[in-house]
């Protein structure tokens, strides 16, 4: 099994496969992993043009694999899956020639134009519409539920649990100029689902499990630091004290009122008057709203969408892995748990991790940029049960969101 020789790099071995044929001589790369990333994107530079140059063609597959005796005894382990969507050679005179390779997960397919559906159709559910949207030559296997990218990419071997039925989806209608992903993501954040590609070749629907234990820890600006830089952001643009949507049903349960216009019309509000010290407001609208209730879910969940934004911490470490207390070591990954403790920002608590982005160049050392946010935003409950808040100094938000609207 080639790939770069361990002598030749400072961390992890990396190995590229192209159609299945391996590929040696990496100069460098990086790969992303994030959560809210369709697609995500590897990039690889290659040496020796002439050796590759009627190789690495633009659609072509292509694997990326990690191995580290800190994880899983060394064992290879996949870190990226996807097409060859850009190809740059390129050299100097006396200095060599290179090729740099952009790879796209699968669901770089998604960002293309949908079929144009001109009759109205029923799905059975979620699951059912975005089998039908996808075209076989994309080479995605199947739509699931759950995120196993995590474990996946972490070496760990997991079982896919069952996908869980939805309810039905109607008039559904793709319209000219509409992409797959735009689509897609429209019908899945109305069942509160996030979506994303898996190594595996699937599409996944699912939500963050925010009660699961942390894979990782750090620490910045304490005694026994583990980061080399960090950058964090708060933003109170993404921060409202009142969100209302007004949504249209329908299907009304009530004969229709000729003498209110707005009998059909649902409204939800989420009031939390403490998050600044003024009042800022968000209204929209949810003009295809299908069922009861629909309006407050949607409320709750820009709300809570446009909280998570609202506070961001960059942090960079050494390595792509990191070795627990237990002292077994993890690829790192997005879609994790992970301890804050930081000094120097006066942040503390349970994090979660939403991004991953890992660099390797020959000669160099590794390292990983870890993005966190506060846990519990992306799932449409105004406080998930048992979610202990983390403790920003810096944040002068008091009190607790409130629904109120509409069921």
């Known amino acids: 099994m080639a790939s770069t020789p361990q002598s030749a790099r400072k961390g992890s071995s990396v190995r590229l496969t192209i159609n299945g044929e391996d590929i040696d001589a990496i100069e460098s790369g990086d790969y992303s992993s994030d959560v809210l990333a369709i697609p995500d994107f590897c990039n690889v530079v290659v040496t020796g043009l002439r050796k590759y140059r009627g190789k690495l063609q633009l659609g072509q597959t292509a694997d990326l694999y990690m191995s580290n005796p800190a ?136 939500l963050p499990d925010y009660t699961k234990a942390p894979d990782y820890v750090i620490r910045n600006g ?59 407001r968000l209204t929209f609208s949810d003009p295809e709203m299908t069922a009861r209730g629909k309006a407050q879910a949607m409320a709750n969940w820009q709300y809570m969408r446009m909280l998570f934004d609202a506070w961001v911490g960059v942090y960079t470490v050494p390595e792509h892995f990191q070795v627990s207390d237990k002292g077994d070591g993890r690829f790192f990954e997005s879609d994790a748990m992970c301890d804050l403790f930081d000094d120097e920002v006066g942040a503390y ?39 202990a808040p983390p403790n920003i100094l810096s944040n002068q938000i008091v009190g607790h969101p409130t629904a109120e609207g509409t069921v």
């Not at 760990?156 to 869980?164: G, I, K, N, S, T």
């Not at 992306?378 to 979610?387: F, R, T, W, Y």
Request: glycine share 8%.
């Open 349 to 387: 608590g349970r994090m979660y991790l939403r991004a991953v982005r890992c660099k390797f160049s020959k000669g160099e050392e590794d390292t990983t940029e870890l993005v966190v946010h506060k846990p519990g935003l992306l799932s449409a409950s105004i406080n998930p049960d048992g979610l």
């Open 71 to 206: 994880v899983q005894g060394g064992a290879w382990v996949k870190r990226f899956s996807g097409i060859i969507v850009k190809r740059n050679p390129q050299g100097k005179a006396k200095e060599g020639s290179t090729i740099a390779i952009t790879i796209a997960d699968l669901g770089w397919h998604l960002l293309g134009k949908a079929p144009l559906w001109f009759n109205i159709k029923q799905c059975k559910n979620l699951y059912d519409l975005v089998t039908q949207m996808l075209d076989p030559s994309f080479g995605i296997k199947g739509v699931v539920g759950g995120n196993l990218n995590n474990k996946l990419r972490q070496g760990v071997a997991v079982l896919r649990a069952q996908q869980q039925d939805r309810d039905p989806i109607y008039h559904v209608q793709i319209e000219p100029n509409e992409d797959y992903l735009t689509a897609i993501r429209e019908y899945a954040r109305r069942a509160n689902l996030l979506v994303n590609m898996c190594v595996d070749g699937n599409l996944q629907l699912w």
């Open 222 to 280: 304490t005694s026994d630091a583990n980061t080399m830089a960090y950058n964090v952001t708060e933003d109170a643009d993404k921060i409202f004290t009142l969100v209302e949507c007004v949504g249209e049903q329908l299907f009304p349960e009530s004969e229709a009122d000729s003498s209110d216009p707005n009998f059909s019309k649902k409204r939800g509000k989420v009031l939390h008057p403490g998050a600044l010290p003024f009042l800022r």
